[in-house]
């Protein structure tokens, strides 16, 4: 029975290892096992922090339009004027909003002066006011 020589194909393996984790320090970019162990953390730490990076956005957006709105005081807390502009349909997501209230107050004043009257208009109906 004649020998295989299978020499090429783990080295084309490692070397393609070596290449993504040539930035580590240390064993982790030089010993293969410690390699691969890294490169797996590296690749799991990398797809948690993709949607990590989303939620502390949305945080982040949250975080704003509530400083403006309590600082302009014309609702008394973020979800009440959410609720209300859920209940208008204006469907703006919190990413725009955000940058409304950073950018342009008087636009969102604007857009909520429109949600008070509109609730307003609402309860007088009712018959509450």
Same mark, same amino acid.
């Given at each position: $029975?004649?020998?295989?020589?299978? *020499? ?8 393609? $290892?070596? =290449? ?51 600082? $302009? ?16 349909? =204006? ?30 208009? *609402?309860?007088?109906?009712? *018959?509450?006011?």
């Amino acid at each position: $029975m004649t020998r295989i020589k299978r *020499g090429y194909i783990a080295r084309r393996r490692r070397t393609k $290892m070596r =290449l993504f984790s040539s930035t580590f320090r240390g064993a982790h970019s030089r010993l293969i096992r410690t390699m691969t162990q890294q490169k797996t953390r590296a690749l799991g730490s990398a797809h948690r922090d993709r949607s990590r990076k989303k939620r502390d956005f949305r945080r982040l957006w949250i975080t704003r339009i509530n400083a403006v709105i309590r600082e $302009m005081r014309v609702f008394y807390s973020y979800s009440v004027f959410m609720h209300n502009l859920h209940k208008k349909h =204006l469907l703006l997501n919190r990413k725009i909003l955000s940058q409304i209230a950073i950018l342009n107050r008087n636009c969102l004043s604007m857009i909520s002066n429109e949600i008070m009257n509109f609730h307003f208009a *609402g309860l007088i109906l009712q *018959g509450r006011v």
